[in-house]
């Protein structure tokens, strides 16, 4: 009989992320391909996991057209050279897309049906621009269930400027700043390197390059420079590109386990599920999202935002994050949060960005064994959010440092 059991998150990798558009580096390479490159490496990474024992492959993506369709989950396994006999599915949550397939698998794996599981997400925004091919219900307008406002991201993160006036656009723009500087020095700390697969890429011309780093990068952000910036979503409005996440191209991916897999290969897990939980709000004001289901996911793992050591939040605005700051009451500059920058600076590739963030805070814990738990949240389109929270492996019982 199969049994419950804890639900482990044994590695994870991604692809660079690119520009998207005509000037990005993955202009000329498939949305596909980026998933396929991300398997290979991680499977090369954990070379010692049985392919064959690999129970389902899970991988999101909000556009499910053209090269990013056909169930990306079956064909990028083929394509990755998994065996025929690893069966596959796509996932769709928009921004929480790679964030579901976590769950959906690690559910799957915790109640005992699946031992190992691969769960990811890929957004080619250059190939399949946010809300194109799609064809919304009129009746979302007119019986006005939503404004027409709630379908552009950027009108929505004005609204949460609107709605809570002492969040300001000084405050938003020194948390994109921020955000930049830090992924900055973490990258020259050699911190984002080591999870990176690179890319084989091919420019206008036709010549190859290696896609090995973030392109959308932009260190020499000030907060001066950013005051200056136009306002895309609102005249006179207070989002900016700097405060937010850019169009980005990326795919990401993990390997899951349950309790019984990591005994029977040897593996050395970097983070343990503790809950998770998704949550809907006003479309209006979607980047509220993750405030509800960071509750829900506190309260199913009997703890207190107290109790997080790191915060990993998805940086779709600058003014999304603080919101939901400035509701736990913590600073917007608190060193917990998203140690080494997050989104504004690394960029969104929208259904990939959950398994980043989870990269991101499965390094830290390996850095940091005086934390036991961290979150990793993230807004959704037409006003959800989702929430993990993880326990360090590493977590030596010591106090937390000041
Ligand atoms: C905000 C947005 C519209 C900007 O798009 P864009 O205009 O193509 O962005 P750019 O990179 O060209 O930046 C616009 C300008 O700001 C400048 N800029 C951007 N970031 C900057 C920074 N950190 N420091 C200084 N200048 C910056 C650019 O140099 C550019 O200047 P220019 O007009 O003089 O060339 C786009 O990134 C966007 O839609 N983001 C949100 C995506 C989204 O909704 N995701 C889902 C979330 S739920």
Redesign the pocket.
Known sequence: MAEMTDVFFVDGMRTPFG?A?EKGMYWNTRADDLVVKAIIGLMERNGDVPKDRIDDVAIAATSQTGDQGLTLGRTAAILAGLPMTVPGLAIER??AGAMTSVTTMGASIGVGMYDLALAGGVEHMGRHP?GGNVDPNPRFVAEKLVDPGAL???V?AERIHDRFPHLTKERADRF??AS?HKVQAAYEAGKIQPDLVSVAVKDAEGAWGLATEDE?R?P???VE??AT??T??RPHGR????T????TDGATISLLAGAGAVKEFGLAPKMRMVSFAFAGVEPEI??IGPIPSTEKALKKAGLTIDDIGLFELNE??AIQVISLLDHFGIADDDPRVNPWGGA?ALG?P?AASGVRLMIQLAAQFAERPDVRYGLTAM???LGQGGSVIWENPFFDGKKKRK
């Open positions: 520009r558009g928009m921004c946010i552009n991201m950027g929505t994109g700043a930049q959308g932009r020499e952000t000030t420079g950013l910036l136009k895309p979503f989002v900016t590109a700097g937010s996440s850019p169009l979607m980047g779709a605005f504004i969104h929208l807004c959704v389109g």
